[in-house]
């Protein structure tokens, strides 16, 4: 089932963006099922490249891609070796089955409601400065789901939905992590902001396409990042931040096994919904041909009132 998942994937252009938070945990590098980056390492000499520590606010020349060192690189070395071809095609499975119906996909959202409204609390209580030199106000997505819970249950849906039992685990470690040792937030962080920004844009089309969502953007809300003008340079900008943390080796390794487990979670959340990830899909197959030849007979037509 996984090898034809793969398969299918690998038929839709961009797929490198389609999943975002299996990227970046990926440390940017591609699987045998992929994740979230633009940006590659290669070299094997790049890859080895020496651990820096720095200040939050130290001065220094950065280097051209801060994922290449410090932080950045620990956690794309760290998260990408742990995570075996069997939890990545997880995290793909249990994405598609969030796309197979509305009603799962709503459970999706709902259950991201939870574990952001979670993590943003942390965040605004939290004196510990690696989190707040991390924490962007464009990266917050606790308004942006509402507006999704808003679309799936209508205005009473504070009345209607509840934590599934993965989600209420997700969100005791969070609320664990902020009380006992908050410098672990910047895992949580890390896992899902990056993941969001890296693939976005291209999960929520997916996610219109396949649910045959409106184009106005509505029930995907979550993967929109309007008051980022540049995701390329936000990143660049966020992982040099990153990289300067003021942080000791221990704490640093103990960041990389806490985004391991973050992942861990993640995939919980998403093998735990109800759906057939082969409807999804075929559903997203069959909607994105209808767009591309949708586009073929406009311009056809075109041209022919030309001539």
Same mark, same amino acid.
């Not at 690696?130 to 030199?133: C, D, E, I, L």
């Not at 990056?194 to 890296?198: A, K, S």
């Not at 029930?219 to 008051?227: K, V, W």
């Given at each position: 089932m996984n090898r034809f998942i793969v398969a299918a994937l690998a038929s839709l252009a961009t797929l490198q963006y389609s999943f975002a938070?299996?990227?970046?945990?990926?440390?940017? $590098?591609l699987n045998v099922v992929s994740k979230q980056q633009n940006v590659f390492v290669t070299s094997k000499q790049q890859r080895n490249a020496p651990l820096r520590s720095a200040q939050v606010y130290e001065d220094e020349a950065p280097?051209?891609?801060? $994922?290449?060192?410090g932080l950045a690189l620990m956690l794309g070395d760290g998260t990408r070796?742990?995570?075996s071809i069997a939890q990545n095609s997880a995290f793909v499975t249990g994405f598609f089955k969030g796309l197979s119906t509305r009603d799962s996909y $709503?459970?999706?959202?709902?259950?991201l409601y939870y574990v952001y409204t979670e993590m943003e609390k942390a965040f605004d209580v939290t004196s510990t400065e690696?989190?707040?030199?991390l924490d962007d106000k464009e990266l917050r997505r606790v308004d942006q789901l509402k507006k999704d819970m808003d679309y799936f249950y209508g205005s009473t849906w504070p009345t209607m939905i509840e934590p599934s039992p993965v989600t209420k685990a997700y969100v005791a470690r969070v609320k664990e992590v902020a009380e006992k040792e908050p410098y672990l937030l910047v895992a949580h962080q890390y896992t899902r902001y990056?993941?969001?920004?890296?693939g976005g844009q291209m999960m929520g089309g997916m996610a219109r396409r396949s649910l045959g969502l409106p184009k106005d953007g509505s029930?995907?809300?979550?993967?929109?990042?309007?008051?980022i003008s540049s995701l390329k340079d936000f990143r660049t900008d966020w992982y040099h931040r990153l990289n300067k943390l003021d942080l000791t080796d221990s704490q640093k390794k103990a960041i990389v096994d806490e985004a391991n487990l973050v992942f861990d979670l993640n995939i919980g959340i998403l093998t735990e919904?109800?759906?057939n990830p082969f409807r999804a899909m075929l559903s997203l197959v069959v909607n994105t041909i209808k767009v591309k030849l949708g586009s073929i007979q406009a311009k056809t037509k075109t041209f022919l009132r030309r001539i």
């Open positions: 938070f299996v990227i970046n945990s990926n440390g940017g $590098r280097a051209a891609n801060p $994922r290449l060192s070796k742990s995570h $709503r459970t999706l959202v709902t259950n690696s989190v707040k030199a990056l993941g969001d920004l890296f029930g995907i809300a979550f993967y929109t990042f309007d008051d919904l109800e759906g």
